[in-house]
């Protein structure tokens, strides 16, 4: 298994609403990570696990709450969110291991709208 | 802050051309330039770079890196359609796996 697999694809969500967003990879990768991509931008990095402890947060706002409950698995949790928040949400791993890396394994990503 | 600037933002051709693609990098403790393409969704990998004048290459596709002029090529020779993507070149650092991603090139191939 190559691949990262996201789930849902797509969401609509209201500013009141709780949701998750899910991510799983069963390539043994211990490192982790959500980016977050509006249009024409590039993807901008918001969180890193590696191995399964949270090493990077890019000074995220706290209506976005990330989890890693096991190493092949990374949730996003969303409540309370802005219009401004609606973009593709992109999760990816690599092998984590240090001095060894060969780039990242993207999933398909989450397009999400706040509404 | 690291920094990767990439060039042209845009780029229109047609099927058969040749296109060269750049980008330029800042980064503390630089390890590695990878190039991805994105269509749709997810970014798909095409190569990664860490030594200089060490051209890298797939099909149609190559990538070279200058580590002295912080900068490296993408090459597509006799485009296809299919080739219309964003193409995103990223960095990454000696510590740690985070990548720091340039404002990509839009590419489109008419036919």
């Known amino acids: 298994d190559t691949e990262v697999t996201q789930t849902p694809k797509h969401l609509v969500m209201g500013m009141t609403n709780k949701k998750s967003l899910k991510c799983e990879q069963h390539m043994g990768h211990r490192a982790m990570y959500w980016y977050k991509q509006k249009a024409k931008k590039p993807p901008e990095l918001m969180f890193v696990y590696s191995y399964e402890k949270l090493s990077i947060n890019e000074s995220v706002p706290s209506r976005f709450s990330p989890e890693c409950p096991n190493s092949s698995l990374l949730n996003l949790h969303l409540h309370a969110l802005q219009p401004e928040d609606s973009a593709l949400y992109l999760c990816?791993?690599?092998?984590?291991?240090?001095?060894?890396?060969?780039?990242?394994?993207f999933g398909s990503g989450t397009r999400l709208t706040v509404v | 802050e690291d920094k990767v600037v990439q060039s042209p933002l845009s780029l229109v051709v047609h099927e058969g051309d040749t296109v060269t693609l750049n980008c330029s990098y800042e980064v503390t403790n630089f390890r590695s330039l990878l190039w991805y393409k994105q269509e749709k969704k997810a970014p798909t990998f095409l190569f990664m770079l860490?030594?200089?004048?060490i051209e890298k290459k797939s099909g149609r596709l190559s990538s070279i890196l200058d580590k002295k002029e912080l900068f490296s090529i993408l090459n597509i020779t006799a485009t296809q359609t299919g080739d219309s993507a964003i193409y995103l070149c990223?960095?990454?650092?000696?510590?740690?796996?985070?990548?720091?991603f340039g404002t990509g090139t839009r590419l489109a191939v008419r036919p």
């Open positions: 990816a791993s690599s092998q984590g291991e240090t001095g060894y890396f060969i780039g990242y394994t």
């Open positions: 860490t030594s200089s004048g």
């Open positions: 990223a960095v990454g650092r000696s510590s740690g796996d985070k990548l720091t």
